[in-house]
Structure formats: C-alpha cells, structure tokens
Nanobody
Framework: QVQLVESGGGLVQAGDSLRLSCAAS????????IAWFRQSPGKEREFVAQ????????FVGNAMKGRVTISADNAKNTVYLQMNSLKPEDTAKYYC?????????????????WGQGTQVTVSS
C-alpha cells in the first residue's frame, strides 16, 4: 500500500517562496518515482516536476521551469518541491503522485497513487 501525504501549502504574496513536502511510504518511493502536479479550478491537472528518489534524478516540466526545484530526502521518505518567485497564476491545489517504476511521465494516468493535495494561494 502506498500512501502520499502533502503539506506546506498556504497563502503567500507574489514573489515569495514556498516549500511543499510529500511524505511517502511504500514501493513508489524506494524503487519508483514521485511527481508533483497542480490543478486550478476549471483547469486540467498539470505536471510540475518528477524525481527518482533512489537515483536523485529529476525532471521539471514547462509549467514552472526555472522557478522550482524537486528534491528527496531518502532518510525521511519525503520529496520536496521548492517554489520561488511565485505568481498569482501559480495559485492551485498541488498534488503529490507516485508510480512504482522509474519512468518519466507527465501524464496523470501513469500515476496510480495520489495524495489529497495541498492548497497554494498567491496574492498579488
């Protein structure tokens, strides 16, 4: 059983930074991959970044390229998403997703495990 629990969201001002955390258990972390997605009201869920925690290999999508860093702490089974220079259009619910294999993918359908999400609101 894989469980993913996000935390770290909140209300910030434009230009601020925020770090999200995803506490993971199970195979998705130890030998698979973890990704971050986000979803705004009325929009489709959008890929942000992905990491292979055991290999420390990362991929950042176009949505926030240049403003985010994804990292993992294997001792804590936790993946982080450091977001900088936040903009009002970054306002969304951010989700952590896992898959049990190390394959790059930006498609939501490739991730069988999902957390409940954490809300990020950026005011102008």
């Amino acid at each position: 059983q894989v469980q993913l629990v996000e935390s770290g969201g909140g209300l910030v001002q434009a230009g601020d930074s925020l770090r999200l955390s995803c506490a993971a258990s199970g195979r998705a972390f130890s030998s698979g991959s973890i990704a971050w997605f986000r979803q705004s009201p009325g929009k489709e869920r959008e890929f942000v970044a992905q990491i292979y925690p055991s290999a420390d290999s990362t991929f950042v999508g176009n949505a926030m390229k240049g403003r985010v860093t994804i990292s993992a702490d294997n001792a804590k089974n936790t993946v982080y998403l450091q977001m900088n220079s936040l903009k009002p259009e970054d306002t969304a619910k951010y989700y952590c997703a896992g898959r049990p294999e190390m394959r790059w993918s930006s498609r939501t359908t490739d991730y069988p495990y999902w957390g409940q999400g954490t809300q990020v609101t950026v005011s102008s």
